[in-house]
């Protein structure tokens, strides 16, 4: 089967992402949203960022402007999944919305098409129950931010087929991404390794070891990571990283796995960091400093 038409779901950071990136690669996506503010917003985020390429000549004008040709903007999968060879859900990390969105993908895409979820966590078998098309449902899980990132987790459900793996495969390859294999445990691998760390860096924060600067500092100068824990917590959203906590919890029954209490209270507090402007740090727009949030300093 070729893919020539791709359907996204969702166009907050990840969504926009997604059809930045199949965009500028020659696929025809539609980009999807419940509400026009959205896809508007989606739309100037993706303009900027090819905006940015073409002052790096990282591409041409002309590859920006067949980029934004190749997105159209719709607020029902109805009106445009219908004729959609690969679907790429990016909606919010729960459950119930994606199973709802699957289930409605299965009655209005046609039988050849895959429907893939960029969930992070979310067990990949257990949504593809609500579909009548189980091989044909498989995970594409997309780093941020998704135009720069290479990786894709491409996750197997249990039923996936060899198929629709090779069809997806040859897709993020197209994509200049690299596709690694993993199969379907919570976490996936990715977010199994990195969540821990991350709760533990906040259970470091809470315990008084040390401060939010000291403990980013540790990980980025004594282990060479790109970015601080805490700091890449507040990227990637707390309300995200507690979301992923959980279903690691209840997916294996582990304590090692459960949220630290200060991750439980900045959420429903609404410090979700980068997307609330305040978590660990604070975060002002256009600004590249970081101030730490001052409900961490020391008294």
Same mark, same amino acid.
């Given at each position: 089967?070729?893919?020539?038409?791709?359907?996204?779901?969702?166009?907050?950071?990840m969504g926009n992402g997604i059809a930045h990136v199949c965009a500028q690669h020659g696929?025809?996506?539609?980009?999807?949203?419940?509400?026009?503010?959205?896809?508007?917003?989606?739309?100037?985020?993706?303009?900027?960022?090819?905006?940015?390429?073409?002052?790096?000549?990282?591409?041409?004008?002309?590859?920006?402007?067949?980029?934004?040709?190749?997105?159209?903007?719709?607020?029902?999968?109805?009106?445009?999944?219908?004729?959609?060879?690969?679907?790429?859900?990016?909606?919010?990390?729960?459950?119930?919305?994606?199973?709802?969105?699957?289930?409605?993908?299965?009655?209005?895409?046609?039988?050849?098409?895959?429907?893939?979820?960029?969930?992070?966590?979310?067990?990949?078998?257990?949504?593809?129950?609500?579909?009548?098309?189980?091989? %044909?449902?498989?995970?594409? &899980?997309? @780093?941020? =931010?998704?135009?720069?990132?290479?990786? !894709?987790?491409?996750?197997?459900?249990? /039923?996936?087929?060899?198929?629709?793996?090779?069809?997806?495969?040859?897709?993020?390859?197209?994509?200049?991404?690299?596709?690694?294999?993993?199969?379907?445990?919570?976490?996936?691998?990715?977010?199994?390794?990195?969540?821990?760390?991350?709760?533990?860096?906040?259970?470091?924060?809470?315990?008084?070891?040390?401060?939010?600067?000291?403990?980013?500092?540790?990980? %980025?100068?004594?282990?060479? &990571?790109? @970015?601080? =824990?805490?700091?890449?917590?507040?990227? !990637?959203?707390?309300?995200?990283?507690? /979301?992923?906590?959980?279903?690691?919890?209840?997916?294996?029954?582990?304590?090692?796995?459960?949220?630290?209490?200060?991750?439980?209270?900045?959420?429903?507090?609404?410090?979700?960091?980068?997307k609330s402007g305040e978590g660990f740090y604070k975060h002002e727009a256009g600004s590249?400093?970081?101030?730490?949030?001052?409900?961490?300093?020391?008294?």
């Amino acid at each position: 089967m070729s893919v020539k038409n791709i359907t996204v779901i969702g166009s907050g950071t990840m969504g926009n992402g997604i059809a930045h990136v199949c965009a500028q690669h020659g696929y025809s996506v539609s980009l999807v949203d419940i509400a026009q503010i959205a896809l508007d917003k989606a739309v100037l985020t993706i303009t900027k960022n090819l905006d940015r390429q073409v002052q790096r000549n990282a591409i041409t004008e002309a590859v920006k402007i067949q980029t934004l040709g190749n997105i159209k903007t719709f607020t029902s999968v109805r009106d445009c999944a219908p004729t959609a060879d690969l679907v790429i859900e990016a909606a919010s990390e729960n459950f119930n919305i994606k199973e709802k969105i699957f289930r409605e993908l299965d009655e209005i895409c046609a039988p050849h098409c895959i429907l893939a979820s960029n969930t992070s966590s979310i067990s990949i078998t257990r949504i593809a129950a609500a579909t009548k098309r189980a091989d %044909k449902v498989i995970g594409m &899980h997309f @780093m941020n =931010p998704v135009p720069v990132m290479k990786l !894709i987790e491409v996750i197997r459900g249990y /039923a996936t087929s060899d198929t629709t793996t090779q069809i997806v495969f040859e897709v993020s390859k197209a994509l200049t991404k690299i596709p690694v294999e993993v199969n379907d445990y919570p976490g996936f691998v990715a977010n199994r390794i990195l969540m821990p760390m991350i709760n533990e860096s906040i259970y470091s924060l809470y315990e008084g070891v040390a401060g939010v600067e000291e403990i980013d500092t540790v990980m %980025k100068l004594g282990m060479a &990571h790109p @970015m601080g =824990p805490l700091q890449l917590a507040d990227f !990637i959203g707390l309300d995200v990283c507690l /979301a992923i906590l959980k279903v690691l919890h209840e997916g294996f029954g582990n304590p090692k796995y459960a949220p630290c209490p200060l991750l439980v209270n900045m959420v429903t507090a609404g410090y979700l960091g980068v997307k609330s402007g305040e978590g660990f740090y604070k975060h002002e727009a256009g600004s590249k400093e970081l101030i730490v949030s001052t409900m961490f300093l020391k008294k």
